[in-house]
Nanobody, 122 residues
Framework: QLVESGGGLVQAGGSLRLTCAAS????????MGWFRQASGKERELVAV??????NTYYADSVKGRFIISRASARTYLQMNSLKREDTAVYYC???????????????????WGQGTQVTVSS
């Protein structure tokens, strides 16, 4: 089970930190990802991280502003310099992996959280 938290309303230029809590015994054997879906648009990649945290990948639109990390059974998404176009429902996802890989397509992921709304106002 994955549970996201930390979403909310923030002004443009502000910051938020999203947290994904995983209820699994073998968290270290899962690669994790953050995806988002804006109203009327398809779900898109935000950032992903490998099972050990060694490898990460970011969408171009968030590179340099967002940071994905993981510790214990939690995955974090630090979002800085937020823009209006970052407004979306953010989802945490997990896929079993022992090869320290990153998975950039949402089709790979087997487990999803319920999502948390992030709204950026101007």
């Amino acid at each position: 089970q994955l549970v996201e938290s930390g979403g909310g309303l923030v002004q443009a230029g502000g910051s938020l930190r999203l947290t994904c809590a995983a209820s699994v015994r073998t968290f270290r054997t899962y690669a994790m990802g953050w995806f988002r879906q804006a109203s009327g648009k398809e779900r898109e990649l935000v950032a992903v991280i490998s099972s050990t945290g060694t490898n990460t990948y970011y969408a171009d639109s968030v590179k340099g502003r967002f940071i994905i990390s993981r510790a214990s059974a939690r995955t974090y998404l630090q979002m800085n310099s937020l823009k209006r176009e970052d407004t979306a429902v953010y989802y945490c996802a997990a896929v079993a992996d022992t090869g320290d890989n990153v998975y950039t397509s949402h089709w790979y992921y087997d487990y999803w959280g319920q999502g948390t709304q992030v709204t950026v106002s101007s």
